[in-house]
């Protein structure tokens, strides 16, 4: 089941967070609390019962490149803007390779189309390159980014040119 997230889900968001990414690029506690009460509708997940199995989550922005304040700023979010950046693809060690993060791809894309966004923009590690380009994301390079002191490519895909 896809659903939008709510307050009381933080602790399994964090939860699940701090399984997928090492602490330094992880987002923390707050940071997710910010922007589960900032925009909670831009976080979709995907449940198996009752449990959280996998996430997305991130802002709107006119913004034309994701930057590193994204993540710990989430009043950078602005409704009407016209790329959905994404923070986060996190899904349960154990539900890995079962589609879980492609379903919740295909959600938030079908959703930008819906609402008219120009795209959707992330940063990824190399070895996330190919997932994204299934999707029809764009390599557009080395990012700008050096959250969590990784080297991070940003992927763009174009739904509508604006």
Known sequence: MICK???????????????????????????????????????????????IVSFINGPYSNAKDLCDDMY???FLHDESGTWQFLLGVDTRTAYR?????????????????????SGIVLTCLENMIPFYERFGFANEGISESVHGDALWYQMRLILRHP
């Open 97 to 117: 390779n079962h589609g879980c993060a492609s379903r919740l791809m295909h959600e938030c894309i079908d959703e930008c189309r819906r609402q008219g966004r």
């Open 72 to 74: 710990v700023d989430p």
């Open 5 to 51: 997230a709510v307050v009381k889900d933080l602790d399994e968001l964090f939860e699940i967070e701090q399984e997928c990414f090492p602490k330094e690029q992880a987002a923390s506690h707050e940071a997710l609390k910010g922007r589960l009460l900032v925009y909670p509708d831009h976080f979709f997940l995907l449940k198996d019962g009752d449990r």
